[in-house]
């Protein structure tokens, strides 16, 4: 009885192994869904479609799937990904794109967070820290205002890249009507300094 039982259980390991190996390479693998729900071959495209803008070297070193803030939608997939310098603490963000049942990117939806290293190697150095994009928004008169500046590194979507943003408060009360204040907002290309806008912001 204790040799059927051996023999059975071995039987069932051989099974799984040849179950596996025949799945390898074959369409039943890449449908298969992780523990996200998005199947492995969604990904792998999500992957391309980002090492199309960043090159495969910046995606390896820098960009991983965050499959626990992905998930399937009703037209597809929602895809996000960390993007992580570690050598550049302030580089901690998300890429976020949707893509169709096919892996195709969705490109009426907002894509965000992939800088264009292919199209331009400059905008994925990110050599202007905090401390930096604190002097240039002095040097261009940012007033102290009447609290600690509000300072961010961000993906801006109407620039299409990365920015820092800074942001001083000149006036600021709170009432029945709720909270007013309005204040000034830098922007500064994080990669060579540049100051790309100084605008006023306003919440009535």
Known sequence: MKTIKIISVTLIIIAAYLLAVSCSGSSCCKNHKNDSG???EIIEKGNRFIISKTGKDFFDNYITPDL?????????YFLSYKLIMPEKPYVNTQIKFSVDTSGNVIRNREIIGIPNCIRSTGDCEFNIDESASVEIAKLNNL???????????????????????????LNETE??????????QILIDPNTGEVISLTEWRVN
């Not at 590194?153 to 920015?163: A, C, T």
């Not at 009432?175 to 000034?184: C, D, P, V």
């Open 38 to 40: 998005i199947p492995q």
């Open 143 to 169: 007033e102290p205002g009447i609290k600690e500046w509000e300072k961010n590194f961000e993906w801006n979507s109407e620039h299409n890249k990365y920015v820092w943003r800074i942001n001083n408060t």
């Open 175 to 184: 009432g029945g009507y709720g909270r007013r204040a309005n204040g000034k």
């Open 68 to 76: 626990s803030n992905s998930q399937e939608i009703e037209s597809g």
